[in-house]
């Protein structure tokens, strides 16, 4: 802690790409109050467009350059000793600024962080869970890890009651460390319904056209294909509608294209990579999809209710924790794409109770996940470890 009894925290995740959560930890460092906190950010891998925030509020960035475990035999070995040599950096970095808190978001940095902390003798260590535990199949190297990094913790941040019950069950040594902070986001102070205006200028929207959007990226577990199958339904019903789906193009975006080509839904069905702009593109939407079966707590449901937008969401994961199903948006069977057509259908159908869900649907975020809610728990989790108290 520096003279000035002001905690330098430094805040770590694998890069900076577009995200949720990524912008969720760009908006912590930028939050924080510098009067009792000093923020530094470390990427693992890379940066990201989301470097030019922080460096605007004056938070440092350093760029480790990791490209990942892996489970090929013929790379691990050389992969494990370039993980000794990012975790012997990244202490050092530690060392430097001298950090109270070293706080680790993803399984990269969580590994990566923790194995530094521990190394650099760093006062307090917290670790986020912020998934679902599904992931772990395809990941077996950091579902192992991941337990030696909640050891090494002296807090375990989750971002639901469903997470938190996930990870109880499926990791090891999480004790009595696990605290609850929900993720959160600002409310705009225009009315809520003062829309929908025009998209922007780059999206090919038709005139008249209805937008149903689906922010998350293309990657497993997000539901884009029960997205599509429901979409022949929706637009069997509402013709004007036109879906898009905003997010960066990972493994299922190859699959979710030929699945809209052999639908016959091209023009129907948009694909518009990540977007810096996506407040614009909510305000030009009447309807919000969210089929994502793996979600901790979705970023991309909160701001679309914090614009009253009424959300139909899977019932998975932390979405019911969100979502009060039928009073701020509507919940319906994961992968059941019937019943996410029903619900789209019935919302654009009947807009005055779209409207009032909409209207329920901010208020909820007002009352439950603001922004300034969220960093106050998380300075106040920094105060219990560095007074000794436990999480």
Known sequence: MSARGIAKVVLALPGLAVGGTERHVATLACRLDRRRFEPILVCTSTGGPLEKALAGAGVPVHVLGFRGLTASPSRAVQRMFLAADVVRRFAAILRSARADVLHAFLPEACVLGAAAGRLAGTRAIVVSKRAMCDYKVEHPWYAFLENFANIAADAITVNSVAVQEDVQKKERFTGKKIRLVYNGTESPADPPWNRPGPPPEDIDAPPGAVL??????????????????????????????????VGREGKEAEEVRRRI??????????????????????????????PGEQEGFSNAILEAMALGLPVVAARAGGNPEAVDDGETGILFPAGDAAALARGIVGLLRDP????????????????????????????????????????
């Open 212 to 245: 149903v959007t689906y922010v998350a990226n293309l990657r497993d577990g997000k539901g884009h294909l029960c997205l599509v199958e429901a979409a022949r339904e929706v637009l069997a019903e509402c013709p004007a509608v036109l879906f898009l789906l």
């Open 352 to 391: 005055a109770r779209a409207r009032e869900m909409g209207e329920a649907a901010r208020q909820r975020v007002r009352d439950r996940f603001t922004t300034g809610g969220m960093v106050s728990n998380v300075e106040r989790l920094y105060e219990d470890l560095l007074a000794g108290r436990p999480p």
């Open 261 to 290: 080509r052999e639908a016959g839904l091209e023009g129907k069905i948009l694909l518009a990579g990540p977007r810096q702009d996506v407040s614009a593109i909510l305000r030009a939407t009447t309807v919000v999809a969210h």
